[in-house]
């Protein structure tokens, strides 16, 4: 967290800055406190597009037309400085978010194999996968894909090495130090545990995404092993 | 309304797509719209339309459209051979054309000759009418919404424009160059250039690469020798990504995305194609030649602003057209 954060153009109408290569809650935290406040200060009106937050660097848009880049690199330089000097944000609570989970069976249909790789049982993957509060750090891959971490160290597995062409909507996954719930049916990669019923994408709705970059989850076993 | 045309035949893929969504993109929506924005401001140019009105997106053609009733439509981006069948009419593309209930709309695909360009726009009067979600009516494939029913054109759906039909706007030609020069885009170099070997920017931009058949409007698949990434520079923790960004996963071979890519990536990004060579990028098809060229900012800003004025000139040249027009407008149909 020490290393200051770089500014390197992106394209000719936006800006990258990457605040670390690493992922952690603090970068992260960082991350979205210069969202917000590039939000809050540059807009739409002046040149501005809607900023894109990742887990340690932030998409800044502009029109070159209508900002020119070397004004809107000094103005985000000295936000990014702003931020910077204000230290990391303390981890102030996001709203909690509990899932329940139908963990394995058709559900989840890589648990036991998952369990096997591990040398665990496919109760202890459960136990640990349903027996912390993740962060979402940001949203990706597809709409509403919350990338939630970190899973326990014991869970660390690389992806599949063939994706399956459609995991059900609501599939819960692992992958690496990372866990999400599959938002609909798509392509994916990643270890299937269990599933859920709750909707985490919705278009038609005031707040498409049910979880938001900061959110806290929980995954609450309700059938399977346990 | 009732300017309706009816699939016969849908396609490869063939989609409605306007000016995309791009501010959605921190919910991990993919921009989506026109590949070719140049493309689906003509078709809309033609018909009084709004520039980014929504248009339907046809790619390489193999489709087939009942006229359900009588309408003015007007085609931009790549010739696809679109004629009417009955009459062995051609319906050239950068034009607007009367058709008449009942006919057929056959778009027959990339003529020899005419090499340029892999998708066509076609647009309705005041664009086509389907609702907005998100803020666009673009389809967005992966998640299933905007557009018709968030997929694919298939047969039986039924495409209507959002006015009345205007016969009077039949027979306009876009007086300026319809789809551009492919085989050339231009890029700046990209924010992980130190990922990368010295020479990878001078590999990526001093030889010809092909589109793979496996190209989608989520990406340009490149083959060619693979480009190489310094030691374990293949990956990285993932960043938010954009348009004509040219990524560089661990094989070597270059991606370069477009309208439907993922909102964030974990491969490394050599270079970054130019907005004013961004319709030219949406237009490649597979197989076709493409090369890389360095240009740094000021290059890339002096082609958005040539790009703009060529564009500010052929809206006027068709604007008094339209007087020209007016002259010869003819009641009804």
Not at chain 2, 87 to 93: D, F, H, N, Q, V
Not at chain 2, 136 to 164: E, H, K, M, N, Y
Request: with cysteine; glycine share 12%; charged share 20%.
């Amino acid at each position: 967290v020490t290393t200051p954060s770089r500014i390197v153009p992106f394209g000719e109408a936006a800006f990258l800055v990457v605040l670390g290569e690493r992922i952690s809650a603090p970068l992260n935290r960082r991350t979205h406190a210069l969202d917000s406040a590039v939000r809050e200060r540059f807009h739409r009106d002046d040149g501005w597009g809607e900023p894109v937050p990742a887990y340690a660097s932030l998409l800044v848009p502009f029109d070159p037309d209508r900002v020119p880049a070397a004004d809107a690199r000094a103005r985000l330089a000295a936000l990014v400085t702003a931020v910077e000097q204000s230290g990391i944000p303390p981890e102030r609570p996001g709203p909690l978010v509990e899932i329940p989970v139908r963990y394995g069976g058709a559900d989840g249909p890589d648990l036991d194999e998952v369990a096997e790789r591990l040398g665990l049982s496919p109760r202890e993957v459960v136990a640990l996968h349903a027996g912390r509060t993740y962060r979402v750090f940001m949203l990706g891959f597809v709409p509403g894909f919350a990338y939630l971490g970190s899973v326990a160290p014991r869970l660390v597995l690389p992806r599949r090495a063939t994706p399956r062409p459609r995991v059900p909507v609501g599939s819960i996954g692992i992958a690496g130090r990372q866990t999400a719930v599959y938002p609909f049916a798509t392509a994916g990669g990643w270890h299937l545990l269990g599933r859920t019923d709750v909707t985490l994408w919705d278009p038609a709705s005031d707040r498409p995404a049910r979880l938001a970059p900061g959110d806290r989850v929980r995954f609450v076993p309700t059938g399977g092993p346990s | 309304m009732t300017a309706v045309l009816e699939v016969l035949v849908p396609g490869l893929l063939t989609t409605v797509q306007d000016a995309g969504r791009p501010d959605a993109a921190r919910l991990g929506v993919p921009p989506a719209g026109a590949c070719d924005p140049r493309g689906l401001m003509v078709a809309n140019a033609l018909l009084e339309n709004p520039p980014g009105a929504p248009a339907v997106e046809i790619t390489l053609g193999g489709v087939e459209l009942t006229v359900r009733e009588t309408t003015v439509l007007a085609l931009g981006g790549a010739d696809l051979g679109a004629v009417v069948v009955e009459e062995g009419r051609a319906l050239a593309a950068g034009a607007s054309h009367l058709v008449w209930a009942g006919q057929t709309i056959r778009f027959i695909g990339r003529r020899a000759g005419i090499v340029r360009g892999a998708r066509a726009y076609l647009a309705l009067p005041g664009g086509i009418d389907v609702p907005e979600v998100l803020g666009s009516a673009s389809t967005c494939l992966v998640a299933g919404f905007g557009g018709v029913d968030g997929r694919r054109l298939r047969v039986g759906d039924l495409i209507t424009g959002r006015r009345p039909s205007d016969p009077s706007l039949a027979g306009r030609a876009w007086p300026g160059p319809i789809v551009g020069d492919v085989t050339v885009v231009r890029v700046v170099a990209g924010p992980h250039g130190s990922r990368f070997g010295g020479r990878a920017l001078d590999a990526l931009t001093r030889r010809d690469w092909v589109v793979r058949p496996d190209s989608d409007r989520m990406g340009i698949r490149l083959s060619g020798p693979p480009l190489r990434h310094r030691h374990q520079g293949g990956s990285l923790v993932s960043v938010p990504v954009l348009w004509g960004a040219i990524q560089v996963p661990p094989d070597g071979t270059p991606i370069v995305l477009l309208a439907d890519h993922q909102t964030v990536g974990g491969y490394p990004v050599l270079a970054v194609a130019i907005r004013a060579d961004r319709s030219p990028l949406g237009q490649l098809a597979p197989g076709d030649p493409v090369r890389f060229e360095l240009v740094d900012l000021a290059g890339a800003a002096a082609a958005w602003d040539t790009e703009r004025a060529r564009e500010a000139a052929v809206l006027g040249a068709l604007a008094r057209d339209e007087r020209w027009h007016d002259h010869w407008r003819w009641a009804g149909s």
